[in-house]
């Protein structure tokens, strides 16, 4: 069974051939660790290193800064999958997980906390490579989604501060809403900001001069 839910963040692409992809397995299973890198070797993707103690993880995760995760869990107890689960959120990167057992609160903690593809009693060498896709391929869709919601959040604050602005300059200089924005369009071209760059600067001058 695969259940997957990406995280956002600056991803690895299609694009970039297995060769290149520095992938980090966190296995402490010698043998299970084995089969995830010779399923990642065979399917090309060369770049692999394993991290077989959870010491010091998140330090040796930045060290490393791989392109893609992959955290293999035998015989998972609850609390060594909270702190995989955590590192999942902290790491921004495609996470693909495989474990031999899983209870169902225990895999939407999984899918809540960014792991992009959650794998349960399926570890065989000929299924890694196509899951670690699977695990890029839709990290990288949950990113897009969760860059164009940021830009329409930041599309929409920034509409409202420019409304509280010309609200203010029109009270101010009892001048129309048209006048108003021209206005704060004039300072944008003059001083090579965003409309709404200027319209902050505007609200939080008369916020100061209202205290």
Do not use: C, H, W
């Amino acid at each position: 069974m695969v259940l997957a839910a990406p995280e956002a963040a600056t991803p690895p692409t299609a694009a970039m051939t297995q060769p290149f992809l520095r992938i980090a397995v966190i296995e402490e299973n010698a043998v299970r660790a084995a089969i995830l890198v010779d399923g990642l070797r065979e399917g090309g993707m060369t770049a692999v290193e394993v991290i077989s103690s959870t010491d010091s993880l998140m330090r040796r995760l930045m060290v490393m800064n791989p392109d893609v995760i992959i955290i293999g869990l035998e015989n998972p107890r609850r609390d060594v999958l909270e702190q995989m689960f955590q590192v999942s959120k902290l790491a921004s990167r495609p996470v693909a997980m495989f474990v031999d057992q899983a209870e169902q609160d225990m895999i939407e903690a999984a899918v809540n906390a960014g792991v992009s593809a959650y794998v349960v009693d399926g570890l065989r060498k000929d299924r890694v490579k196509a899951i670690v896709e699977m695990a890029i391929s839709r990290f990288n869709a949950f990113d897009r989604l969760q860059r164009e919601l940021d830009a329409t959040k930041a599309e929409l604050a920034g509409r409202k501060v420019i409304e509280r602005a010309k609200g203010i300059l029109m009270r101010t200089r009892q001048i129309g809403e048209e006048q108003a924005y021209a206005l704060l369009r004039q300072a944008s071209m003059s001083e090579n900001r965003k409309v709404s760059d200027v319209a902050q600067a505007v609200v939080t001058a008369a916020s100061l001069l209202e205290k």
